[in-house]
């Protein structure tokens, strides 16, 4: 019978944040994507620009004197959706707040807008903000509910383009642009060769299920020891010591759907010899200088 399996990572530094492009119609804007603080928020965003469907999108929002009607609470932004049509129907999202991701809106800071008001709602449409804008932060009244918006990032390049669509015309007596901006595209930032390197390893999760009867988690920590080996051997190879990790924790897997539940050796074990670092084919599973809390996966007991 088919193993569904599902693993990931755990970093030993916070991850790099993501920088995406959107190409307009007045001009490129660059976001710079804060993973590390708002991973709920940054992944959702992510998502939509992946699947692109915030190509062929638009700026269609602009909030500025002239148009804003809160003149209480004031605040200066342009905002910006998915391409128009029916959409692919993913959740809303929860609202990461500015309280606890301690990202706030100021110049150029990336929110997400909130559906009818409501927190909790966060889809595709985010916002903008031209100038510190802490109206939009938790705690604001601007808000009856006064949980803000989520910012998930920042303008590194283009902040004349985000005024540019900001001054551009609307229709009489609203905030809508009018034309709106189009969105040509929207991409991740390829990285160039030699550049930024992945951040090392402390340890991998792995959950494996089997026709919804759940595995107990598998949790395994590499040492400091073993980290510097793969980061130093995958380096040799071209490659990253992150992604050494992954392609033996898909042969572990691969071994598991096969019906050996122990698979051909270790984590750590595949991993070291993956990069061309292990002494033999020992099972540095049995070595405590490079492996603590090993485990084999076990089945749950059903309830």
């Not at 590390?36 to 699947?51: G, H, I, S």
């Not at 609307?170 to 595209?185: E, K, W």
Request: proline content about 8%; glycine content about 10%.
């Amino acid at each position: 019978m088919p193993v569904c399996a599902c693993l990931m990572l755990v970093l030993a530094q916070a991850p790099p944040p993501v920088l995406v492009i959107f190409e307009t119609s007045l001009g490129a804007i660059t976001i710079e994507v804060n993973v590390a603080k708002a991973p709920v928020t940054a992944a959702n965003f992510l998502k939509y620009v992946d699947e692109d469907w915030y190509d062929d999108g638009r700026f269609h929002r602009t909030v500025r004197p002239d148009t804003e009607t809160n003149t209480t609470h004031p605040i200066q932004v342009v905002q910006a959706g998915r391409k128009r049509g029916p959409g692919p129907g993913w959740p809303a999202v929860p609202l990461e707040r500015t309280r606890d991701t301690e990202l706030k809106h100021v110049d150029g800071a990336v929110s997400m807008a909130r559906v009818g008001g409501r927190p909790d709602s966060a889809g595709s449409d985010f916002f903008v903000v031209i100038g510190d804008n802490p109206a939009l932060d938790f705690g604001s009244p601007r808000n009856d509910d006064g949980q803000g918006f989520a910012v998930f990032g920042r303008v590194v390049s283009g902040m004349d383009v985000v005024k540019a669509i900001q001054a551009s015309p609307v229709r009489p007596g609203t905030q809508s642009l009018d034309p709106p901006i189009r969105i040509v595209t929207a991409s991740r930032k390829k990285q160039a060769a030699g550049g930024q390197a992945e951040a090392g390893i402390s340890g991998v999760v792995v959950s494996l299920w089997h026709e919804g009867s759940t595995m107990k988690v598998r949790s395994l920590k590499l040492s400091k020891e073993l980290e510097a080996e793969l980061t130093a051997c995958a380096g040799a190879r071209g490659t990253s010591s992150s992604s050494v990790v992954r392609e033996a924790l898909a042969q572990y897997l691969s071994a598991v759907q096969g019906g050996s539940r122990r698979g051909p050796k270790s984590f750590a074990g595949l991993a070291a010899d993956l990069a061309g670092c292990a002494e033999g084919p020992a099972d540095l599973a049995s070595n405590p200088k490079h492996l603590a809390g090993y485990g084999q996966p076990t089945p749950r007991r059903r309830r």
